[in-house]
C-alpha cells in the first residue's frame, strides 16, 4: 500500500531545450509501462517510451534530463532496466538499461565510460530486445541474481558465476517491466501487476491487481485510502532483528516490516505471508548464522534462510528443549559475530551458549530497566525498545551492569509505521 503525498497527474510541460509545449502522458490513465527501476539512493523510476516519473507521486518528465547521454543515442525509449545487487562488487547499486542489442551502465545519473555495449559482451547469453529484467539478491534467490524476460522465457543470470538457468513461465502474462519492492517480486502488464515468487515463478495470492491502486495515487483509484496510520505513543514493538544478509525487520502484531534504508517506504506485511507457519505474532526473534528464530509463548520456531526462509524439520519445540529456559520470554537479541543469545524475561537477561549441547542458562542478572519490548544489537551497539522510545548502551555488559537508564530517544515512526 502506498501512500503518496500528493496526486499524481498529467501536465502540460515545458521543454527548455526546444522552447515547445508538451503533452507529458499521466500515469493515472492507465499505461503500460517500458521499466520500472530503483536508483542507488532508492528512488523509483517508472518509464514510458521517453518520458520517466520520479517516484510514486508527481508528474511525468523527459527521461533525457535525468539520464542525459541516453539522448546522444537517439533512444526513444528502453526496452528493460534493473539495478544491479552484487555487494562484492565495483558495479553494486549500477542501473543497466537495455534497448534492441544494447546495454547502458549508469551510476550515480551518470554513462560508466565504454557503454553503450552489446548486451552479449556484459551478460553472455541473454538475448536482445528483451521485455523486463529485475534483480534478485541472494536470500530471495538462491544467489545474486538477474532475472531476464522474454515472453514467457526467463533467464536466471547467476551475477557471480554468470550461469545462466532458462526456465519457462507459462502461467504468468508477458512482463513489459519487473519491480522488486520490498523483498517482492513484480511482472507488471498492462497497467496491472502480478507478485510472483522469484525462484518458482509460483504466483500466490489474487492477481493481477491495478497498479494505480498500490503504486502511484490517481483520483478514485486508492488501496486503504481511509487508513490512518496510528499514533506513535500508541505503538510498540514486539521484536526487531536483522539477518545474516543484513536485512532488518520490525515486528509489530501479525506484521512485519523490512526496513530497507534505500528504500522510499517502510510498508508491513503479514508475518504468514514470509513465515507461514508463525500465526500469532512474536514474542522475539533473533537471528544465528544462517538461521531465524522466531519465538511465541513457550514455542521455538527455526527457519533456514535461503531462497526464502524454510522451517526446519522438526520444529516448533519448547524453549526449553531449545535454550532451556521457560517461557514466556520479553525480548532477544544476538550481536554481531558472537554466540550467545541473551534473553529478556522481565527485568532480568539471562544469556544462553548456542554452541553448547545441550544449551542451557550460563549466567542471569537483574537489570534496572523493565517492561522491555523489544532489543536490537549491531556494531553500535544495543538499542533497548520501550514503547516508543528506545534507550542506547555501548555493549551488553553495560545494560547488565548500568544501574541509570541512559536518556531515552523517540523510535523513529517509520519502523513503527506510525504517526506523531
Not at 254 to 277: A, D, V
Not at 383 to 410: C, D, F, H, T, W
Request: proline share 6%.
Amino acid at each position: 500500500m502506498i501512500h503518496p503525498l500528493h496526486l499524481d497527474r498529467g501536465t502540460l510541460g515545458f521543454n527548455a531545450e526546444d522552447g515547445q509545449h508538451h503533452d507529458h502522458p499521466d500515469r493515472c490513465d492507465g499505461i503500460e509501462f517500458d521499466a520500472i527501476v530503483p536508483d542507488e539512493n532508492g528512488v523509483t523510476y517508472f518509464f514510458k517510451d521517453n518520458h520517466l516519473w520520479r517516484g510514486f507521486t508527481g508528474s511525468a518528465h523527459f527521461f533525457n534530463h535525468t539520464f542525459k547521454e541516453l539522448d546522444d543515442h537517439h533512444i526513444g525509449h528502453i526496452d528493460a532496466a534493473f539495478r544491479m545487487h552484487n555487494p562484492d562488487s565495483e558495479d553494486h547499486d549500477h542501473i543497466y538499461f537495455f534497448l534492441d542489442d544494447k546495454v547502458f551502465s549508469y551510476y550515480n545519473h551518470t554513462l560508466e565510460e565504454g557503454y553503450p555495449k552489446e548486451i552479449n559482451k556484459v551478460f553472455k547469453e541473454i538475448p536482445s530486445h528483451l521485455d523486463a529484467a529485475v534483480e534478485c539478491p541472494k536470500g530471495e534467490c538462491v544467489t545474486d541474481s538477474v532475472l531476464f524476460f522474454k515472453g514467457h522465457v526467463v533467464y536466471t543470470y547467476d551475477i557471480s558465476t554468470k550461469v545462466v538457468k532458462e526456465k519457462t513461465w507459462d502461467h504468468l502474462p508477458v512482463c513489459t517491466s519487473a519491480y522488486r519492492w520490498l523483498e517482492h517480486h513484480y511482472c507488471f502488464h498492462g497497467n496491472s501487476f502480478t507478485r510472483f515468487n522469484p525462484v518458482t515463478g509460483v504466483v500466490e495470492g489474487t492477481y493481477p491487481k491495478d497498479a494505480r491502486n498500490y503504486f502511484m495515487m490517481c483520483p478514485g483509484f486508492g488501496h486503504g485510502g481511509n487508513y490512518q496510520p496510528p499514533k506513535c505513543s500508541d505503538v510498540k514493538l514486539d521484536a526487531i532483528t536483522t539477518d545474516d544478509e543484513g536485512k532488518p525487520y520490525a515486528f509489530i502484531g501479525s506484521n512485519y516490516m523490512h526496513l530497507n534504508p534505500k528504500g522510499p517506504h517502510r510498508h508491513p506485511f503479514p508475518i504468514i505471508r514470509k513465515w507461514k507457519e508463525v500465526t500469532e505474532g512474536v514474542d522475539a526473534v533473533f537471528s544465528y548464522t544462517d538461521k531465524l528464530y522466531m519465538i511465541k509463548g513457550e514455542q521455538v520456531y527455526i527457519y533456514k534462510s535461503g531462497a526464502g526462509y524454510t522451517l526446519i524439520e522438526g520444529y516448533p519445540k519448547t524453549l526449553k528443549e531449545e535454550l532451556g529456559i521457560d517461557g514466556p520470554i520479553t525480548a532477544s537479541f544476538v550481536c554481531p559475530s558472537e554466540h550467545t543469545v541473551h534473553i529478556i524475561q522481565g527485568s532480568k537477561m539471562m544469556d544462553v551458549d548456542l554452541t553448547a549441547t545441550p544449551r542451557a542458562v550460563t549466567s542471569e542478572v537483574p537489570l534496572s530497566i523493565s517492561d522491555i519490548d523489544a532489543v536490537l544489537c549491531d556494531a553500535d551497539g544495543v538499542k533497548v525498545y520501550k514503547g516508543s522510545q528506545y534507550y542506547e548502551y555501548a555493549s551488553p555488559m553495560v545494560l547488565a551492569v548500568s544501574r541509570i537508564a541512559p536518556v531515552p530517544q523517540n523510535v523513529p515512526r517509520e519502523i513503527l509505521g506510525c504517526q506523531d
